[in-house]
Each structure stands twice: as structure tokens, then as C-alpha cells.
């Protein structure tokens, strides 16, 4: 633990003193504050007793009850403090497992940071739900308001949307009146965010609905699609491959990576080798069906304006587009030299 005069386990040690044995010893294997770390469950602990499992609720409750009435709970009022105020620090309400982590990094002592929020009787625990992770909070109404603004934010966005982290801050905050400004900075929006379980980030570091291909990857094509939209442009097949296994960690076989980029209409093939994303506006399929629905789309064009329309949409050179064209199968040339669709009735 850094830049903190906390040390939870004497604390915790102080404040288990004050219990009759069985009681002390309930908690210290229910919480895992002993030499083992692992916490027992109610019916292991009823087991090791010889007592119902409700029994040992109700010794929980009573140790508890009895730790916050003594002196002794009095006496550390500081570092209950101390943990309010970092609580405050890091948002006002906090994912549990965010919080022990940034108090401390080893299990052990997040056992006993997590006993003391368990006792001190100004930290609140919401239960992780449908919607939301296991998070403590010190201010109902702040809990209450960050929780509706996530709530408001999931409602806005669609499984296409995926934005960058400070668009969805962003988006966030317009929902967030009322906040205190103390709370308004990216670190507390980002872990208010991570609140959410409708809400996620991927590998990128780009935000959206957390079902969604875009955050939850199941496979190549999914990491390609994010891939090639971080890119921003056509890309290769063998460099998708290339950036899967360095962003994602993930072995991509240059072989696999392109069958998968050919079955997915996602990506649009639009050189040799080249792939864009359909939403970038690029049309499908080769040429030939390039240029026929262009000339379907503007009507008869020139070779040099079909050329030109092409070249938008595909890595080609110019005499592909020549070839194509030459097709009288699927094109044919008025007087005027501007190309139909061969199945058009033109004039003479």
C-alpha cells in the first residue's frame, strides 16, 4: 500500500480482540484474516463446528454488532476514516474489487481491508445484480445517481456503436447533472463505467454494449473487425494476421485470417489482398459488379468518370477497370462513348 498510514491487519487484529474466541474465530475463517487467505463459506465453517449453517450467520452478526458497540471501534475511528476518504478518492461509489486493489495488492490484506468496510458502519454495499458489479459506497444518493446516468447511457447506445474512451466519458457526463465537479474527471468516469456490466471496453481501449462483437472478441473475424477499423484504411490480409497476434495475443495464421475475412460481410475486399469494412461505404463484390452498379446509380458515364467512381471503391489499375469493361456480356458504348449496362435498351 502506498501514501497511506493504513495497516489494515493490525486494525482488524485490535478490533478481533475485543470477541469471545468462537466469535473471533467465525469471522477470522469467514473474511480469511488467519494464516490462510481463503475464505470459508457458512457451511464449511457450520461444519468445523458442528452447528447449522444459520447459527453461524447469526455469530457473524452478533461478532460484527459487537466489534462496532466496543471502545475499541471508537479508537479507530481514523482509519476508518482514512478508507472513507479514499473511497471518496477514488469516486464516491467503487467496484469492490477495484477498490482492494488499489489499497492493496496481496489477498491477504484485501481480506482485511474487505472486513473493515464490512464493519465500518458508514460504508454501504450494493450486491452485484443484473446490472451492475458488487460496489461500496459512503453517499446513497451519489450510488443512486451514478447508477440511473449508466443506466440512461446503456439505453442510448446500440451494439454497432463503439467509441473512444473520451467519447463515452463524454456521452456519460451529459447524463451525470448534478454531479459534484470533484468527481468530473476521466479516472473517476472510467471507473464509474467499469460499474456496469451492460457497458465494456475491448482490447483497443475502445467503449460499447458489453454483449456486442465489438467488446465481447469470440474469434478471428471479430479481432480482425477491430483490427482494421483501429487501422482506419485498407489493410492487407497478412498484416491483419500480423496485428491480431500482437494486439490481441492470439496465434492468427495468415491462411485463416483471410478464409475468415472472405465468409464475413463485414470486410470488403478491395485490392489484392486488401480488406476495408463495409461501414466505411465500400461497395461489394469485384469490379465488374463495381462498375455495374455504378452505371446503375449515375446512369451512362464516360470511361474516364467510371474510372475515376471506381478507383473510389477499389485498389485497382486503371486497365482492370479497361477489361472489365470491354465485357459487351455486361457493358456496351454509345455514340457518345459513355458505357450502359448491356441489358438497357439505348438509343440508336
Known amino acids: 500500500m502506498s501514501n497511506t498510514q493504513l495497516k489494515p491487519k493490525q486494525t482488524t487484529k485490535r478490533l478481533l480482540a475485543v470477541l469471545p474466541d468462537r466469535a473471533r474465530d467465525v469471522l477470522i475463517n469467514r473474511y480469511g484474516l488467519g494464516k490462510s487467505s481463503e475464505k470459508m463459506t457458512l ?16 455469530i457473524e452478526n452478533y461478532a460484527i454488532n459487537n466489534i462496532r458497540k466496543s ?28 477498490f482492494l486493489g488499489h489499497v492493496a495488492k496481496d489477498v491477504s490484506t484485501q481480506n482485511h481491508i474487505h472486513f473493515l468496510l ?37 439505453g442510448s447506445l446500440s451494439d454497432q456503436d463503439l467509441l473512444p474512451e473520451s467519447e463515452m466519458v463524454n456521452r456519460f457526463l451529459e447524463h451525470l447533472e448534478g454531479v459534484a465537479e470533484k468527481y468530473k474527471n476521466q479516472e473517476i468516469m472510467k471507473r464509474w463505467l467499469g460499474i456496469s456490466k451492460h457497458i465494456g471496453k475491448n482490447a483497443i481501449g475502445e467503449w460499447g454494449v458489453a454483449h456486442s462483437p465489438n467488446i465481447k472478441t469470440k474469434g478471428m473475424r471479430d479481432y480482425a473487425f477491430l483490427v482494421i477499423r483501429k487501422h482506419g484504411s485498407p489493410i492487407h ?24 475475412l472472405i465468409k464475413d460481410p463485414r470486410f470488403v475486399l478491395v485490392g489484392r489482398g486488401l480488406y476495408a469494412l463495409a461501414e466505411w461505404g465500400y461497395m461489394s463484390g469485384v469490379v465488374k459488379d463495381v462498375i455495374k452498379k455504378i452505371v446503375d446509380k449515375h446512369g451512362p458515364l464516360t470511361k474516364e468518370e467510371i474510372i475515376e467512381k471506381v478507383l473510389k471503391e477499389r485498389y485497382v489499375k486503371e486497365n482492370t477497370i479497361m477489361v472489365n469493361l470491354q465485357n459487351q456480356k455486361h457493358f456496351k458504348k454509345d455514340k457518345e462513348g459513355r458505357y450502359h449496362l448491356s441489358d438497357e435498351k439505348t438509343a440508336a
Open 43 to 58: 457451511d464449511a465453517i457450520g461444519k468445523l463446528y458442528g452447528i447449522t449453517r444459520e447459527r453461524v450467520r447469526q
Open 71 to 98: 471502545d475499541v471501534y471508537k479508537s479507530e475511528k481514523a482509519a476508518f476514516q482514512e478508507m472513507e476518504d479514499m473511497l471518496h478518492s477514488l469516486g464516491g461509489i467503487v467496484v469492490e474489487e477495484d
Open 118 to 154: 464490512v464493519v465500518g458502519d458508514s460504508f454501504k454495499k450494493h450486491k452485484e445484480d443484473e446490472e451492475f458489479k458488487h460496489r461500496w459506497h459512503v453517499n446513497e444518493s451519489l450510488a443512486k445517481q451514478v447508477e440511473d446516468s449508466l443506466r440512461k447511457l446503456y
Open 237 to 260: 490480409f497478412r498484416e491483419v494476421a500480423k496485428q491480431i497476434s500482437v494486439v490481441f495475443k492470439k496465434k492468427a495464421h495468415v491462411a485463416t485470417t483471410h478464409n475468415e
